[in-house]
């Protein structure tokens, strides 16, 4: 795994919004990401007929930016995020009894906050680098994400998106 600083680079940039608005009945996962004026700047598409989970986030000119995919034969849920073809980050779900708890491996990033009031950030050291909360009454799941630095974009958003598969993936398995 590459040993990348996505957010120890120059000086900081500025900080932004994004909203992640997920469909209730679907087969695929397909969502898109808005920008803080509602505008879609992303969207995400997961593979129908494949072993594991795997999401591709793409910009709306259909690039992509991202790849998330689920390690499959493993004790504990474990996703590799990938940007531009490098393995940047390991997100794994730590066994724990009274509350979840993530790791992200290959950034030096930490995720602190609760996870099932879906209230979460997380840090690089005492730096912000994403918070994350969930929109309660809507329809579908929504998600705020105020990026600290839009430099963390792609990176954080991929992370974020692999701890939501895992946190459905729990959901799913308890209903």
Same mark, same amino acid.
């Given at each position: 795994m590459a040993a990348l600083s996505f957010s120890a680079q120059a000086k900081e940039g500025k900080t932004m919004k994004l909203y992640i608005q997920q469909k209730v009945f679907s087969w695929v996962d397909r969502f898109t990401v808005m920008d803080e004026a509602g505008r879609d700047k992303y969207y995400v598409e997961g593979e129908l007929f494949s072993f594991g989970k795997k999401l591709h986030l793409y910009d709306m000119a259909g690039a992509e930016r991202a790849f998330i995919?689920? /390690? !499959?034969?493993? +004790?504990? $849920?474990? #996703? +590799? =995020?990938? =940007? %531009?073809?490098? %393995?940047?980050? %390991?997100? !794994? /779900?730590?066994?724990? +009894?009274?509350? $979840?708890? #993530?790791?992200?491996e290959g950034l030096g990033w930490e995720i602190n906050g609760s996870f099932w009031a879906h209230d979460y950030e997380i840090v690089q050291g005492s730096r912000p680098i994403v918070t994350i909360h969930k929109e309660w009454m809507t329809w579908g799941d929504c998600y705020e994400m105020d990026i600290a630095d839009e430099r963390d974009e792609i990176v954080a958003l991929s992370v974020v998106l692999a701890i939501d598969c895992v946190m459905a993936a729990e959901a799913a398995a308890n209903s």
């Open positions: 995919q689920q /390690k !499959v034969f493993s +004790f504990l $849920p474990r #996703y +590799f =995020v990938f =940007v %531009e073809g490098m %393995e940047i980050a %390991e997100i !794994v /779900k730590e066994l724990t +009894f009274l509350r $979840p708890r #993530y790791s992200i």
